[in-house]
């Protein structure tokens, strides 16, 4: 496998750059991103023959992507699958529109999709999308499969809208007789150290957050480690289609709130939805500005069968608080003991 990695600059696309490179099955891999090659990366990148290589490369917007897919250089590393990683952490400025309206991570889904579609070598895209994206029923027992209701409600705050989208243009190429696409859909994922991904609820900026006095909902969570180790069976895998994909753990936000730091204030839902409307009337960005009422009211976990049964993945770490050399207690991923 020939393998190109979109965004492995950011912590999401580092961890699946290295699973990858141990992979005896990965011939080589062009990783890109939008900022310099990570510190991590020094010992992979050497010399032309090095099975690593690395480019800075805007792909959300048309000219940048289309000179890199059309380049002597992405000729010759005569790549066969795509992974996508949107941008997330400290990066995802992913709502912020960058030309007539479009969030930059649509704008971007939609590149990477066509340049896929009309690069002859690509036979695989696999793309990491986010559970955040489905309808939220009242209750905090809500199991959700490949099949739910994606929340399409015309007042969805502009973040999870662009999910929504990004999701809808993958799922209209699951069928692609020539190219086979994978959408993983993720919940909360959650690294070492308190870092927090692809969760509008808590990711991004640190500073005050809300969460609805009289709820706490449940958080299906994954481990960074996990969703690289996802990526890794889908790309050993034939099948195409939509997955979802979790850990084995899901905690109330309050606890998540805890584990990574980030305090969450309990504020009365009339409030919060006027705050949620004020914040996206005048352009800040607040917990309760990223997020539709529902995802602060309804819990969620996620039925993952399909991933286990199709792809042959089921998750390996657990995620918790273990005590430190210092006495402190601090988020961890480790191994299952379990299975």
């Given at each position: 496998?020939?393998?190109?990695?979109?965004?492995?600059?950011?912590?999401?696309?580092?961890?699946?750059?290295?699973?990858?490179?141990h992979?005896?099955?990965?011939?080589?891999?062009?990783?890109?991103?939008?900022?310099?090659?990570?510190?991590?990366?020094?010992?992979?990148?050497g010399?032309?023959?090095?099975?690593?290589?690395?480019?800075?490369?805007?792909?959300?917007?048309?000219?940048?992507?289309r000179?890199?897919?059309?380049?002597?250089?992405?000729?010759?590393?005569?790549?066969?699958?795509?992974?996508?990683?949107?941008?997330?952490?400290?990066a995802?400025?992913?709502?912020?529109?960058?030309?007539?309206?479009?969030?930059?991570?649509?704008?971007?889904?939609?590149?990477?999709?066509?340049?896929?579609?009309?690069?002859?070598?690509?036979?695989?895209?696999?793309?990491?999308?986010?559970?955040?994206?489905?309808?939220l029923?009242?209750?905090?027992?809500?199991?959700?499969?490949?099949?739910?209701?994606?929340?399409?409600?015309?007042?969805?705050?502009?973040?999870?809208?662009?999910?929504?989208?990004?999701?809808?243009?993958?799922?209209?190429?699951?069928?692609?007789?020539?190219?086979?696409?994978?959408?993983?859909?993720?919940?909360?994922?959650?690294?070492?150290?308190?870092?927090?991904?692809?969760?509008?609820?808590?990711?991004?900026?640190?500073?005050?957050?809300?969460?609805a006095?009289?709820?706490d909902?449940i958080?299906?969570?994954?481990?960074?480690?996990?969703?690289?180790?996802a990526?890794?069976?889908?790309?050993?895998?034939?099948?195409?289609?939509?997955?979802?994909?979790?850990?084995?753990?899901?905690?109330?936000?309050?606890?998540?709130?805890?584990?990574?730091?980030?305090?969450?204030?309990?504020?009365?839902?009339?409030?919060?939805?006027?705050?949620?409307?004020?914040?996206?009337?005048?352009?800040?960005?607040?917990?309760?500005?990223?997020?539709?009422?529902?995802?602060?009211?309804?819990?969620?976990?996620?039925?993952?069968?399909?991933?286990?049964?199709e792809?042959?993945?089921?998750?390996?770490?657990?995620?918790?608080?273990?005590?430190?050399?210092?006495?402190?207690?601090?988020?961890?991923?480790?191994?299952?003991?379990?299975?």
């Amino acid at each position: 496998m020939r393998i190109l990695i979109t965004h492995a600059d950011e912590p999401l696309g580092r961890r699946i750059a290295k699973t990858l490179y141990h992979d005896e099955a990965v011939e080589a891999i062009f990783a890109v991103g939008a900022g310099p090659p990570p510190r991590s990366f020094d010992r992979y990148l050497g010399s032309d023959e090095s099975r690593l290589q690395y480019a800075r490369v805007d792909l959300a917007r048309h000219r940048s992507a289309r000179d890199f897919f059309h380049s002597e250089r992405f000729a010759k590393a005569e790549i066969e699958s795509v992974i996508h990683v949107p941008r997330h952490g400290a990066a995802a400025g992913a709502a912020a529109p960058i030309a007539a309206g479009l969030p930059e991570r649509t704008a971007e889904t939609r590149l990477v999709l066509q340049n896929c579609l009309e690069t002859p070598s690509i036979r695989n895209l696999i793309a990491l999308g986010s559970a955040f994206v489905y309808r939220l029923p009242p209750g905090n027992a809500n199991r959700l499969s490949e099949e739910s209701e994606l929340d399409l409600d015309p007042d969805v705050p502009g973040e999870i809208r662009s999910w929504i989208d990004c999701d809808m243009i993958f799922h209209g190429e699951v069928h692609n007789d020539r190219l086979r696409v994978v959408l993983l859909r993720l919940p909360t994922v959650v690294a070492e150290g308190g870092y927090v991904y692809l969760n509008p609820l808590l990711e991004g900026r640190p500073g005050l957050r809300f969460r609805a006095l009289g709820f706490d909902p449940i958080c299906a969570l994954v481990s960074d480690k996990d969703v690289a180790r996802a990526v890794q069976a889908a790309a050993h895998s034939r099948r195409p289609g939509i997955y979802n994909i979790s850990g084995c753990e899901a905690v109330p936000l309050s606890v998540l709130s805890r584990w990574t730091g980030r305090a969450a204030l309990p504020l009365p839902g009339l409030l919060l939805g006027l705050s949620g409307r004020l914040s996206r009337l005048v352009g800040t960005q607040s917990l309760a500005g990223g997020v539709s009422l529902p995802q602060l009211l309804y819990g969620f976990t996620l039925e993952t069968s399909r991933a286990e049964h199709e792809l042959g993945f089921r998750p390996s770490y657990q995620i918790g608080l273990a005590r430190a050399g210092d006495g402190a207690l601090r988020l961890e991923t480790a191994p299952s003991s379990i299975g």
